[in-house]
């Protein structure tokens, strides 16, 4: 039997370093009494010696990283069995279960973990319901952990109230910051905090305030701020009155009803009605559908007169938001082509045949959808007018969608490519691939070559647009 | 707080009083900040925000929520702070507002403040004031709290690059899941202005974290709310909206709202209590779609409704059952996700236990399962007993919450 006296209630180190050796000397679990060092003792000098046999120097042996954390953790638990149950987690994983802490449905696992959560509740807790009141610049709270955790919870205050002059009191310790340093102290009692704080009233007024009486969800409150930690808190003491008169208030708002509206409010809406957004009739077009899921339609943009109108098919995700035709990376590749076509993108008229996004929520993303030949039909009526309106020596349709809302039939893009068409109602047109094809291709060989086809399309189509 | 300070604290609760239809009060999810090492900065933001109070509503306080003014021009008419609607009318000053926050923070009250306003003169001016507050916090103050701004849809550009430099989060309410609803009962607001506003936010969200040479822009995010039960749409509708909103716009949430009496409410309007469980159902739903990999579209019933006595995902399951039960020792991760009972961290620790040993039931007991609601959905390693409860008719019935903690929720 080995004897193992720890310094005090959270002497972690003095547990390390008695499991080490313990560890070593093949001192089996049911073998050791763990003690904790007499109350007098408590956070005193760690004179106590383990009694545990030497060992030699030259055997080793490691445990994995989380273990430490989760033996620091718990050793801040009051259960007294607390470092039996973590040496006998440490004997298990350096002897054959070196896996354990995976395990967490295993009974001693399963049992270190609800003391860990225990632990992170109790802290996080702290965080939450420490509430300070001031005396003459110094703020002085008074907390009841449940576990010894005022170290573990304390550097948090520091960060936050870095510059400010502090000290929580708890039962078994207290910690007191100086804009410098953490400094701990023994337990102390309520009576050494101020009895009230001039903002109090202040703080209880919003509390009361914030709470709708029709929500009442009186286990909901209890479960997340148990009761006993009421008494220490300022607010607290609304919980009863707020909840006896919930129901009342209900009543007599509905009973109230709805009274008529004060002659004043009807003269702010005359003084200050919102100026009205600039109404665009694309953008309450309802001619299809797809207004419903998009942002906002996305209109042409470029000079009008411009000799080359390229038409693209619909605005991406990156359009969408920002309610600009090709700007998102299909846009990026068309302006680099473009570049190496001689073409000045501030010079056409780029537009879509479609003016909404057509997509489909998946996880976390918006799907881009081809538009079905309704609803390039009905959007044609949007082209139609920009076509008149800008009137381009010829037009680049960028895919089969474009083709086909100008041209009105079906296309086949790579055989019709690259040709001179007339259009129906007098125009020229050049069909193309889209952009956004070079994109899909996996081949980086057959991207670069579909690219120096694409960069050739845009050159015929620019040298026929500016000649003559 | 000395000098006219009966009058700030009347104002605390008008203008608080305000802003409690307002869900969000989340304050997680932003850069870190610390006031260590700073001459005289105040506060720190890290990771997870912390409630610090709960109201008996069961809703946590975290920040202080407040409007700088309840006088608004607007009239919409789910609102108690309309223009029609007599309520007592105050507004703060920034510097009372700043006083406020820093005097509650030093406390420990909150975790910083979320500043909303009613719409006075216009949206610009509106704008304006609240950045005001938040600049005298973040410049004058040093605070390094959390600082939540409501968005005034269509603000200007600049404005907006202002807002997001000193805000954590930025927030634009739909308020209602569908359009036709806001022109009935918000006649001013513009759901397309709110949605490009939104697009705009993403835009510069992405914008400032895919470089860190880019200025600061609300790195937690933006998030929305929507009222439940003031208009006629169902909850497929107002998941679908959701869904739209989350991929669109990628918010990080969005706050249902069960549509509460307002004091001198419209008569237009729904009267009675607000529909609490469906708000609930609204809100397991959602966490459904963002982490189960549930589609909007399979989540609700053809009725359109979400079942109130029992959570949707058993309801899915218990229509489903020709896909359970599931071996918990060699599903894969998506499958055990849809087990009801079950939720992300036990069926990650599932897996972690099953690279090491055959899982039994009573692994699942100590991972803190309900197992009477998980165990007919699952085959273990040990020996099946008797007939599948997957099976009965009944099986509906054994699972549904006892009529007594149904109504918990509803004690109103």
Known sequence: MHAVDLAHPVDYEGWRAAAR????????????????????????DPSAVP????????????????FLDLAETITCHRDPARFALLYSLLWRLTHGEPKLLDIVSDREVSRAEAMARAIRRDIHKMHAFVRFREREGHYLAWFEPDHFIVERAAPFFARRFANMDWSI????????????????????????????????DYWRSYYSSIFNPARLKIEAMKSEMPRKYWHNLPEARMIRPLIRDAGRRVAEMAERGATSPSPKSERWALATVPEPTPESGLDNCRRCSLWRNATQAVPGEGPMGARLMLVGEQPGDQEDLAGRAFVGPAGQLLDRAMVDAGITRADCYVTNAVKHFKFTPRGKRRIHQKPDVSEVEHCRWWLTEEVAAV?????????????????????????????????????????????????????????????????????????????? | MTGGSVELREKLEILADAAKYDASCASSGSDRKTSAGTKNGIGSTEGMGICHAYAPDGRCISLLKILLTNFCVYDCLYCVNRRSSNVRRARFTPEEVVRL?????????????????????????????????????????????????????????????????????????????AEQSLDRLAPEKDAGAIRRSMGRLRLRIEEAKSSPKEPRFAPGGQSTQMIVGADETDDQGILATSDRLYTGYRLRRVYYSAFSPIPDSSSSLP????????????????????????????????????????????????????????????????????????????????????????????????????LSKVAPFVTTADPQIGRSLLDRVDLRQRLAPKPAQLSLPLLA
Do not use: C
């Open chain 2, 101 to 177: 926050t820093l005097g509650f923070y030093r406390r420990n009250y909150i975790e910083g403040l979320f500043l909303s306003s009613g719409i006075i003169q216009s949206p610009d001016h509106t704008m304006e004031q609240l950045i005001r507050v938040a600049r005298m916090l973040r410049v004058d103050h040093g605070f390094r709290g959390y600082i939540h701004l409501k968005t005034i849809p269509d603000a200007s550009p600049d404005l907006l690059t202002e807002a997001g430099l000193y805000a954590d989060r930025l927030s634009i309410n739909i308020e209602l899941p």
């Open chain 1, 51 to 66: 009694a545990i046999p030497a060992v030699s120097r030259n055997r080793e042996f490691s445990v994995p990283r989380d």
């Open chain 1, 169 to 200: 009191l708890t039962p078994d310790r207290s910690v007191h910051w100086d804009g410098e340093t953490l400094h701990f102290t023994p337990g102390a009692s309520k009576a050494d905090v101020p009895d009230d704080d001039a903002l109090e």
């Open chain 2, 271 to 370: 009267p009675g209590a607000p529909p609490l469980m469906r708000e609930h159902r609204l809100y397991q739903a959602d966490w459904l779609m963002r982490f189960y990999g549930f589609d909007a579209g399979e989540i609700v019933p053809s009725g359109g409704l979400l079942d109130l006595q029992i959570d949707p995902k058993l309801a899915w399951a218990l229509v489903n059952r020709h896909l359970f039960p599931v071996d918990v020792n060699k599903a894969d991760r998506e499958s055990l996700l849809r087990v009801p009972g079950m939720g992300v961290r036990t069926v990650d620790r599932l897996l972690s236990i099953r690279r090491h040993k055959a899982v039994r039931m009573e692994d699942l007991g100590r991972l803190r399962v309900q």
């Open chain 1, 21 to 44: 050796r313990l560890v070593l000397a093949d001192a089996r679990p049911e073998s050791v009494d763990w003690r904790v060092g007499p109350q007098t003792g408590l956070f005193g």
């Open chain 1, 391 to 468: 009137r381009p020596r010829l037009i680049v349709a960028l895919g089969a969608t474009a083709g086909r809302a100008l041209l009105r039939r079906d296309v086949a893009v790579q055989r019709e490519r690259g040709a001179i068409l007339r259009l129906g109602g007098g125009g020229s047109l050049l069909l193309t691939v889209h952009p956004s094809y070079l994109l899909r291709l996996p081949d980086p060989a057959a991207k670069v070559l579909e690219y120096d086809k694409f960069v050739a399309d845009l050159r015929t189509a620019t040298t026929y647009a500016m000649s003559a």
